[in-house]
């Protein structure tokens, strides 16, 4: 059985960093390309980033607000995967999903670490 | 990369079927037969239900199937039941090759 179990949620100033942190199990981690999703409080969802296995080349791609702030990163000898965050905006307060990117979807979820973001 | 449109909520009776749309551009939508859809009941974590357009992921109910025509996706729910009472997220890859979501559709079982 897949499971992703995601930590380091926090309450952060503006300006500040945190990284995220997810524990896989139940599948094959190296072969998988990995992905975050948030959610903020009462909100839609929305999409963060995908990071590919190492064997596709392991590069990333994220969404417009992330870029430059947020770093996908992962480290196949833990089976785990990591979301650096750095100059926290209020607006990045949200539950932060982690999960498998698989046919260009999010297959697998975890159920989320929160991260808020106030002063 | 905007968020591809939905309407903000649709309802039917049990055993009744509905449609939800999921309007996107040549971009996203349009462009890729890559159109996922979830589910998330109050509090709960997302579910995948359909992937790839069409495709539904072992264990969801077949009451659940994907469309695409041009650049609008549907999610249709055949036999209607009380336990499909959520929110509906459409989800296409785009040409920036990132992700892009719906704003969610409040499905009401009246």
């Known amino acids: 059985e897949v499971q992703l179990v995601e930590s380091g949620g926090d309450l952060v100033k503006p300006g500040g960093s945190l990284r995220l942190s997810c524990a896989a199990s139940?599948?094959?981690?190296?072969?998988?390309?990995m992905s975050w999703v948030r959610q903020a409080p009462g909100r839609g969802l929305e999409w963060v980033g995908r990071?590919?296995?190492?064997?596709?080349?392991?590069?990333?791609d994220y969404a417009a607000p992330m870029k430059g702030r947020f770093t996908i990163s992962r480290d196949d000898s833990k089976d785990t995967l990591y979301l650096q965050m750095n100059s926290l905006k209020t607006e990045d307060t949200a539950l932060y999903y982690c999960?498998?990117?698989?046919?260009?979807?999010?297959?697998?979820w975890g159920q989320g670490t929160l991260v808020a973001v106030s002063s | 990369q905007s968020a591809l449109t939905q309407p903000a909520s649709v309802s039917g009776s049990p055993g009744q079927s509905i449609t939800i749309s999921c309007t996107g551009t040549?971009?996203?939508?349009?462009?890729?037969?890559?159109v996922s859809w979830y589910q998330q009941h109050p509090g709960e974590v997302p579910k995948l239900m359909i992937y790839?357009?069409?495709n539904r992921p072992s264990g969801v109910s077949d009451r659940f199937s994907g469309s695409k025509s041009g650049n609008t996706a549907s999610l249709t729910i055949s036999g209607l039941q009380a336990e499909d009472e959520a929110d509906y997220y459409c989800?296409?890859?785009?040409?920036?090759?990132?992700?892009?979501f719906g704003g969610g559709t409040k499905l009401t079982v009246l």
């Open positions: 999960s498998t990117y698989r046919y260009s979807s999010i297959y697998n």
């Open positions: 790839a357009v069409s």
């Open positions: 990071i590919k296995s190492k064997t596709d080349g392991g590069t990333t």
């Open positions: 040549s971009s996203d939508v349009g462009g890729y037969n890559h």
């Open positions: 989800c296409s890859f785009t040409s920036t090759s990132t992700l892009v």
């Open positions: 139940g599948f094959s981690f190296t072969s998988v390309w």
